[in-house]
């Protein structure tokens, strides 16, 4: 029997148990910085199923080897969803992980638990075939992934010095196989203007005067001053923020903010998307500032980046891709 027949074998076989373990996931409320119960639950799971190795980083991230051979693999599924909403947007309970007519149902069965509990049971089923002679296979729990997507990869890489030669990413993509996606970064734009008496404005600079012509610049960058390709499509920028002040309700307003949500396509990078601010604001006395996010983690550990996520996108052709596809 082939491999490929043997593998969907003992998927069948291992449907409910995959199910199951879905269920145990999405029943943990788990929040970005709250995945501590979470990560001891897939702890649990892995072990359960065979992992060679399980341990949780100081982050948090929970990760599994399988395997100790020459070319390293990761499988990755962030345990961290969003929050509930509206209670009475929903049929059924979020958190029940109600198992019924084929389907898990509660907030993070799709993004990302689902992807969680069936790398378990990959795991279960490399170690029953013996597959993993040649192989490293880190399968990872991820954390603060709705907060800071790749916060979790950085440390990974950065602090426990994973660098695997493939990833796959078990994001929800209706089981298409997506080799790329835009990249991203938050911009704020300062405006320092001049206070005057709100009898005079002439005598002052107002920052938001300033702020909104810049506004409307952005405005028009985005129809048309942005970077297009055939494969991830066209850059985009908008404003998600728009904050100001003034001394006095009664006086010219003398600082502004804008906050830029940009999505970066091939070709454009925090450079030429820092620079593309920096000509609009030319001439104004502005200031254009990359954000940086920083937060504690469930396990007390502060870690933060820049907030500034590159496009990526790999070819047709590659190995993985083919080999998935
Ligand atoms: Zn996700």
Redesign the pocket.
């Known amino acids: 029997m082939s491999i490929a027949k043997q593998i969907l074998d003992l998927s069948e076989k291992y449907r409910d148990y995959t199910a199951e373990n879905l269920s145990k996931l999405v029943k943990i409320y788990s929040l970005s910085m709250q995945e501590g119960d979470v990560a001891a639950e897939l702890v649990r799971q892995m072990e359960e199923a065979g992992f060679d190795e399980v341990w949780t980083d100081p982050l948090g991230n929970v990760i599994g080897r399988i395997g100790n051979g020459k070319k390293v693999l990761a499988i990755d599924g962030?345990i961290d969803t969003v929050d509930l909403g509206n209670r009475e947007d929903w049929d059924l309970e979020p958190l029940s992980g109600l198992i019924k007519d084929g389907y898990v149902h509660g907030r993070g069965t799709v993004?990302?638990k689902g992807g969680v509990a069936a790398f378990v049971t990959a795991g279960r089923i490399i170690k029953e075939l013996g597959l993993d002679n040649d192989i490293t296979l880190y399968c990872t729990g991820t954390i603060m992934?709705?907060d800071c997507d790749g916060l979790c990869w950085k440390y990974m890489v950065e602090e426990n010095k994973i660098k695997p030669d493939y990833v796959i990413i078990t994001?929800?993509t209706n089981t298409n196989i997506y080799r790329g996606h835009r990249g991203r970064m938050e911009i704020h734009a300062h405006f320092y203007g001049l206070s005057s008496h709100g009898s005079a404005p002439e005598r002052g600079k107002n920052a938001i005067y300033m702020a909104a012509r810049a506004a409307l610049d952005i405005e028009k960058l985005n129809e048309d001053g942005l970077k297009d390709d055939d494969f991830l499509g066209k850059g985009s920028i908008t404003l998600s923020e728009f904050v100001s002040n003034s001394p006095s309700l009664c006086a010219v307003s003398d600082y502004a903010r804008i906050h830029c949500d940009r999505r970066l396509t091939v070709g454009e990078t925090k450079e030429s998307s820092v620079k593309e601010i920096e000509e609009i604001v030319k001439g104004m006395k502005a200031k254009v500032e990359v954000l940086h996010y920083e937060v504690e983690s469930y396990t007390g550990l502060t870690y933060g980046m820049e907030k500034y996520y590159p496009t990526w996108a790999i070819s047709e052709s590659e190995e993985i891709v083919q080999t998935g596809a």
Do not use: K, M
């Open positions: 962030h993004d990302q992934e709705e994001e929800p």
